[in-house]
């Protein structure tokens, strides 16, 4: 076989690693900016609430003395940061952005080399990661693509996907010999680790692992070892003391809704991944005990079953099976066995993520000014949320607002409650009062006397609302944007 000429592996090389800084350069600009979008006011918030009290926070959205699933060791750290720095909040979760994204990068860079030596196939594959998508941009947390890593990159699942890559990365030499006890034992915190601070990726984390141990086929040394891991791993989630992680399994009726646009447009949102399931072929013959193939094949069995059990939740695991298809793309582009089939895949794979970038071009809008924007890429942007520090001269910490569910994500960012949480909450035993309340309180025809009680019922002290809200008892002391109105509530 004739090797290459040397201009053009030194170009195969650089050109992966100088695309991937560049889009590196572009999140680090991202976090400058910290887009606020989905979930960003509810990390807040539970960073909020952990500064002021570290042992009792309380449920992060509401007045009520609940635990949460937000309050994880990450989340823990982040508070015990603020609290004695006196850093902001939004500065703290900028830093941990950092922490996050610095886990993700190094954690692929660590995977990526237990399956392959060549030089450009880490830099190739967090390209694939976060731009072998679709044609429709797609944005949810725990999942990679650049435009929701933009939007996302501060919550505790990008740094719960980092450690996921180097517990399988830490698992697969692992499995390879020479480990001791130790090590194993280590790997159980790991697990736990991540699966306290994004229960979704923790998912996705462990059908990892479970495919890694099944392409290994271990002896029984190495099985009581990983049984001593899983055993202090459970432990460790037994005794977290700020939620009980085994409560979470009986998921409500609630979360499985929010999660049912998961299964909506499959070709559109992740079209392009096709071509990395095309590169597990070649790899499943070389191989049929291949750790990506198995790592896809859990992915896409637990995800098929949740859309036919109707247990839409169960579809976050679908980056089970995309990771590896990914992957597998990137590294038959490096390591197939013939010249010609490694170029054809390299021009293939080119062509589709250049196709992936432009459909995310969007997410130049949060580094660059829109009207700075060629046209065509303006066209992609989608401005973020205005969020609610308008309200901040009068609304004081702990202070209870009666709002709609949009408000409700993101002014407990601040450190005021709402009456009713903007998420699904599993451990708020009132929760369906709260929102029904809420619904009551803003619907046309609701007697004055109904939300002059709601309001007492729950220590309301301000409303916002538009300018139809106003009541004889509430007087208005701010305008906001898109015509909202902040009201004080008098005795």
Known sequence: MRAAPPGAARAGRTL????????????????????????????????????????????????????SPYYSPWTLLLGCLARLTGLPVFVVLRIGALAGLGALVTGVWRYVRTLSAHRAAPALAFLCLLLLWGPLPFNWSGFLGLNSLALTVSYPSVLALGLSFHLWAWLTRALGGGTDWGAWLGLGALWALVLLCHQFSGVVASLGALATLIAARPGRPVLLRLGAGLVLGAVLLRLWPYYDFFALFPAGPGLEAIHR?????????????????????????????????????????????????????????????LVPAQLAAALEAVS?????????WACVLGAALAAGAWTQAGALGYVVARHAL??????????????YRWITPWVGYGDVVMARTLPSRQIPAYGPYTVAPGYPDVFLPDEAERNAAVRRYFAGGTPAGERREAVRRYGVRWVVGGAGAAEPWLREVSRGPRGQVLYRVVP
């Open 16 to 67: 992966p690693q100088a695309a991937a800084a560049l889009v590196l350069v572009l999140l680090l600009l991202v976090v400058v900016r910290l887009p606020w979008a989905g979930d960003l006011g509810m990390h807040a918030a539970t960073v909020q609430r952990l500064r002021h009290s570290l042992l009792h926070p309380g449920n992060p959205l509401v007045d009520a003395d609940t635990p």
């Open 261 to 321: 646009p998961l299964y909506a447009h499959p070709a559109g949102r992740f079209g392009l991944v096709l071509l990395g399931v095309a590169a597990l072929a070649p790899r499943l013959r070389r191989d049929r005990r291949d750790p990506l193939v198995l790592f896809f094949a859990l992915g896409a069995l637990v995800f098929a079953a949740g859309g036919l059990t109707g247990h839409y939740a169960w579809g976050r695991a679908l980056p089970a099976a």
């Open 336 to 344: 197939a066995g013939r010249r010609a089939v490694r170029a054809g």
């Open 374 to 387: 060629p046209a065509a890429v303006a066209a992609k942007y989608r401005a973020p949320w205005a969020g």
